[in-house]
């Protein structure tokens, strides 16, 4: 911290001599830059989203060098150590409702994330270099977020997708734990990375307790370079995207309308006011978005409601300051956005932003065309099926209008395409010839849905299985099911986490949908120098969604016997190699006996009695009544060299052991 | 009288055995509803048609049948068996094609054992006659051992469990023994066959090597050779009694000492080259554009070898490397495997004069400690059983091994149930019934070896009084 300060100020000194460099008003390409934005929406279930978005930016090492002032060095560093072309790393807890929060939209297709840490990123390095780069940089990030990113290093827990849209990139890796538990320890570096942390700004309104309460809060770190690659020098250098994405219940203050929407404000969902803007920030923006549905819904009540003129003396809601402006057209059908500036404010005069209801408004938000869902089938614990489920949420034609002109599909005979990534860990045996799918009911052969299909089976302790599949489904279905069978693995008790009975989690998979764009048709085009946020929602996304999580129970075996299961093997094999033994070596004792009482005097019934006991006795003591034979005397020669024998071996066991633990 | 009461034989035989084919067939109409191709104590990584028409799925998607952990069987056997594993979304399954496969390669292999049983039978008479001790063979004519053994086989519970349950135990059962047959009837080009696909297929019956050498140089089993020489110098007038009965026996059988046939063995090992030159050529053909030869060795003897898969079967060994620490892995499979060679020798030495008794106890032995047994292998051992049933009609503890396989095979699915389906009970305990079985594995080995030892001694003792 202290070094930090030194630093600053020594860069300070030194730039002294030099034109001072504008913080504000800069232009991206040639300076580094530090925006800060806030995007509130009001949800249809009574809840409220909200939206951090900081975005840091260097320009290009050959330009500018490699000293920064905003810019975090360790993330700067990353980036020349990996070799990193592109990264998304997110942290989320809790699961995103596509049926509520909507899954159309640019936000949710870019910050909805799946429970846990998911991870992917791409590499400027030879396609052999790939594997060894992921895993130093997993223990890099692991040490930068204090997660466990670490357990990504092992080849079991990454894949490398290929057709899925969002990944359509060379030298990618993906991978994810669906089990990390995010807390403040991984808020609070990944704070530590812009320029003001939570001292200034819009992070400091981040109240950790009112955060975490919340029904889903995703942390998220994006990072494209253009340092390495063909295009080197072309571009910004490096961008750098942090999100947190919250979603909040306000305390609700019962009334007695229980359909009216809650009030509420920044300092009722987060306990603060926004004190100002972060110094270094370029731009300081807050947005109250609307959604399509609820402007829709306003538009039948009147148009002037939602424009910035009849904002003041609206029957429906009320704001608690006023906007500095409104980006998105009303009559466009699209969301609309209350900018609010806040350099505007200071710490003795801090933005609340906050709307009151006064009129109960329903409204619904902008569904994607088919909702995924993911469950197990099956019980017990020794196989079952994994089925992911399409229903369309667009009923009769399968589609709206609307939203899909843009798409270049026709009304009858389309289809649609959807792309599913699933990786699932090696235990999961999954037998991918079992693949079924089911359309409305009916058995469908394969090939006939199928568009493109890459299948990388699991290999035991070594590679996870990886199915990534297009399907081209018939628009006008209503819910399609996929169901592949596999069998449980069994593993070894050393690589059972320590609460084996809870189950292991198969990872999120990805269900995409290529032919849909999610964007904010804003007509504004000149979004990039104003606000940063909006201009990342005008960007075309794929739309897509993440499944659950899937919690497979496994067997267990004992774990406190590893001795007894020894020792009670090695038994039994004892028992075989020497019983067997004995049987094949009794021969010789016997035959022995035999040809003596052949050559013997004709037996009588005393000596017969005797050869019976002394056969039984021997069976139990071998040694104790040896019928007199010449063997003792001939044997004392030999007992010398054996004797001799004996003692050598032992001496030369000795020099060995003794050499063997010198060289330990 | 011995013709008449076979004549009266063969009819119920042919009966009997169609029964247990129709038995068969009626059970594999019920295949979805009993499932048994699931079960682990029939399909185990192996033999699994599951996993083989994963394998086939794979190859057909042009990826390698071995990529993943699936597939670890033949490339051969993909290629026949394969297509047959294709479900169709209509029309008729697959599935009763291919039960039909295993069905056949039942009946061929209790037909070959059946003409293992009358070859070795009448060697043993020959063997009785010559020492001159036919009052024996009054007992022994009742039971002709090879119908016998052959109905043991086909009505075996565990073989049609194998065979209806779909997995690839009744062809490698098969090929074992096709490579019996064909030594006990000095067809080497046959025995070779056998010995080479057994081997593909499974790699323990390599250890056959030794007693199908003993059989095509000495012939089926005859009591020791040194009893010849007793006899012959105690009574050579039984000599000439059978010699005259002896025409359609090879030589060696009646002469005193037995004389090394290097011939046979020669062709043997040639043919033997041929047919293994041949199935390589074929694997490699068929994974020619993928991994190839050394992939195929590596994800199938390999995994046999290495213990990789941990999921529960009949045998102890998955249970041990679930929960041997890692650092003493390698140490026991070392010694599990070395248990196996171990008694090769020892065996080979004091059995040398019945090779047809030392590949069954061989048989008995490799999937008594076997990585991942199934009821398959079992159901191999006991059909051969019945083939010496003249010579173990003495056996110890037979009604404690009879009453433990029943009562063990119906235990261990309780126990595999209460297990894995129904959470109330541990691995410990379906543990326990594998460590039960196993032993009764070895006292079965034990006890016939040490029947059959003594059986040679009666003859001894009878032969030189």
Known sequence: MDLRCLCLLSLLLLSLGFPPISALGSVAGTDEDFTEELLLKPLPDRKVLSHFHFETSAPHTSVYGRHHRIFPKAVYQLVHKFRIREIELSFTQGRWNYERWGGFDSLSSQNAKPPGVELWASFDVPPDEVDLTWRNLTHALSGLFCASINFLESSTAYSAPQLVPRFNLSGIRYGSLPREAVCTENLTPWLKLLPCRDKAGLAAILDRPSIYKGFYHSQRLHLVSSEFGPNEGVGAGIILVQ?????????????????????????????????????????????????????????????????????????????????????????????????????????????????????????????????????????????????????????????????????????????????????????????????????????????????????????????????????????????????????????????????????????????????????????????????????????????????????????????????????????????????????????????????????????????????????????????????????????????????????????????????????? | MADGEEKKGRPRFWTLAAAAVLVRVALVFFQEELNLGSRPEVATPLTSLRRLAEGYWLKQSSISPYAGSMYHGSPLLLAVIGPLTVKRVEGPSNHILCSLVFIIADIISALLIRATGQNLQLAYRHGLGSLNLQRLQETSRSISAGDLAALIYLWNPMTIVACVGLSTSPIENMMVVLCVYGACSKLAPLAAFGWVLAVHLSLYPIMLIIPIILLLGYGPDAPPAKLFIISTNSGSRSLSDTHDKSNSLPNQMTFPMRIFSWRLVGSFIIWASIWSLHVLILSSIYLNQFGGLSEMFKKTYGFILTVEDLSPNIGVLWYFFAEVFDFFRVFFLLVFHMNILFMILPLAIRLYHRPCFLAFVYIAISSLLKSYPSVGDSALYLGLLGLFINELAEMHFSFLLFGGYIGLSFLSPVMHNLWIWRGTGNANFYFATAIAYASLQILLVVESVSAMLNHDRMLRKLSST
């Open chain 1, 243 to 664: 999100t947190l994405t919250t979603v909040i219940q306000p305390d609700f203050q019962s009334t007695d309308e229980i359909s009216l929407q809650p009030s509420w404000s920044i300092s009722s969902i987060f306990g603060r006011k926004i004190p100002g803007q972060c110094v270094l920030a370029r731009l300081s923006n807050v947005f109250l978005e609307l959604e399509k549905g609820l402007v829709v819904e306003l538009e039948k009540l009147g148009l002037e409601h939602v424009n910035m003129k009849g904002l003041s003396k609206n029957p429906i809601f009320e704001l608690s300051g006023t906007p500095d402006r409104l980006v998105g057209e009303v009559s466009q059908k699209s969301s609309v956005f209350y900018e609010f500036n806040v350099n505007k404010y200071a710490v003795d005069d801090p933005l609340d932003l906050g709307i009151t209801w006064k009129l109960p408004m329903v409204w619904s938000c902008l569904l994607a065309p088919f909702h995924a869902t993911r469950f197990l089938m099956g019980s017990g614990n020794e196989r079952g099926s994994i089925a992911i489920s399409l229903r369309s949420l667009h009923s009769d034609l399968g589609l709206p209008s609307s939203e899909f002109e843009s798409s270049p599909l026709a009304k009858h005979g389309c289809t649609v395409r959807v792309v599913i990534f699933q990786v699932v860990p090696w235990y999961v045996k999954v037998y991918y010839h079992t693949l079924k799918i089911f359309i409305d009911g009916k058995t469908y052969v394969l090939s006939d849905v199928i568009e493109k299909m890459h299948v990388s089976p699991s290999e035991d302790k070594l590679s996870p299985g990886m199915m990534e599949i297009i399907f081209r489904l018939p628009c006008d279905m209503r819910s399609a099911t996929i169901i592949v069978d596999f069998d449980k693995g069994f593993l070894h008790i050393d690589e059972y986490p320590p609460d084996a009975n809870q189950g292991f989690d198969i990872p999120s998979a990805i269900v995409s949908f290529p032919d849909f764009h999610a964007s904010a048709y804003l007509t504004d085009k000149s979004l990039s120098n104003e606000s940063l946020l909006l201009f990342r929602f005008q960007e075309k996304n794929h739309v897509q969604s993440y499944t659950e999580v899937l919690l497979v129970p496994l067997t267990t075996p004992d774990f406190s016997m590893p001795y007894n299961v020894i020792t009670f093997t090695c038994t039994v094999l004892a028992l075989y190699f020497g019983s067997l033994l004995n049987v094949l070596r009794r021969r010789v004792g016997e035959e022995e006996r035999f040809l003596k009482s052949e050559a013997a005097l004709k037996p009588g019934l005393l000596p017969k009695l005797l050869t019976k006991l002394s056969a039984k006795l021997r069976r139990k003591s071998p040694e104790s009544p040896q019928p007199p034979s010449p063997s003792p005397p001939s044997s004392s020669s030999f007992v010398s060299l054996r004797l001799l024998l004996k003692v050598i071996l032992v001496a030369v066991l000795a020099i060995v052991w003794h050499y063997y633990l010198n060289d330990n």
